[in-house]
Nanobody, 131 residues
């Protein structure tokens, strides 16, 4: 059973940084494609970044140049480094894993009124940015 657990959320000031982690277990981490999503209260869930099992990445335009997705296969952990944070980055952040590259990469930059049925989702970690 695939399990994902996010951590690293918290509060930061605008212009500051946070790094999120997503610890994976129960499957061959290196063979899955991974992504980060976020959802603000009352809004749809949106795909913000994804990483191929071999390491290539894709970003939504509104985080490109500020956020960096990466992974450490030895530690079975996915990361999201968030720099130059903005007030509008406040949201619950989720990691997801799936074996379908087209589906998970295709979710980046899109908004979903219903949560996509990927192989696994984490429970989320809250990020709050204040002025």
């Amino acid at each position: 059973q695939v399990q994902l657990v996010e951590s690293g959320g918290g509060s930061a000031q605008a212009g500051g940084s946070l790094r999120l982690s997503c610890a994976a277990s129960g499957y061959s981490f290196s063979s899955y494609h991974m992504a980060w999503f976020r959802q603000a209260p009352g809004k749809d869930r949106e795909g913000i970044a994804a990483i191929h099992s071999t390491g290539s990445t894709v970003y939504a335009d509104y985080v490109k140049g500020r956020f960096t997705i990466s992974k450490d296969n030895a530690k079975n952990t996915l990361y999201l480094q968030m720099d130059s944070l903005k007030l509008e980055d406040t949201a619950m952040y989720y990691c997801a894993a799936d074996r379908d590259l087209k589906r998970i990469f295709g979710s980046v930059g899109k908004r979903f009124s219903e949560v996509p049925t990927f192989d696994s989702w984490g429970q989320g970690t809250q990020v709050t940015v204040s002025s």
